[in-house]
């Protein structure tokens, strides 16, 4: 079992940054390929990052790239994703997840947290 805690979501103005993290506890964190998801109201979840065990290899959503970065600090159990120029379509609830495939896709990963709100006002 692996649980996980997401924090630092909040309101922010376009073009503005944050910097979401995810404190992990359980088995191996370095055992997991580690992926940020966000869903906002009425929208399917949807991708933005992943991360792979190691932290070598990252992929990123079309939507963010070049504006958000995943990485992962093995040793203190946790996964960042500072977002920088937000915009108010960047608003959704962001959710942390583990697993052991490393996919763009939501239903391989195992582990889920409860999630962090980020809201983007124009």
């Known amino acids: 079992q692996v649980q996980l805690v997401e924090s630092g979501g909040g309101l922010v103005q376009a073009g503005g940054s944050l910097r979401l993290s995810c404190a992990a506890s359980g088995r191996a964190f370095d055992s997991y390929a580690m992926a940020w998801f966000r869903q906002a109201p009425g929208k399917e979840r949807e991708f933005v990052a992943a991360i792979r065990r190691s932290g070598v290899s990252t992929y990123y959503a079309d939507s963010v790239k070049g504006r958000f970065t995943i990485s992962r600090d093995n040793a203190k159990n946790t996964v960042y994703l500072p977002m920088n120029s937000l915009k108010p379509e960047d608003t959704a609830v962001y959710y942390c997840?583990?697993?052991?495939?490393?996919?763009?896709?939501?239903?391989?990963?195992?582990?889920w947290g409860q999630g962090t709100q980020v809201t983007v006002s124009s």
């Open positions: 997840a583990a697993g052991v495939i490393f996919t763009t896709s939501p239903s391989p990963y195992n582990y």
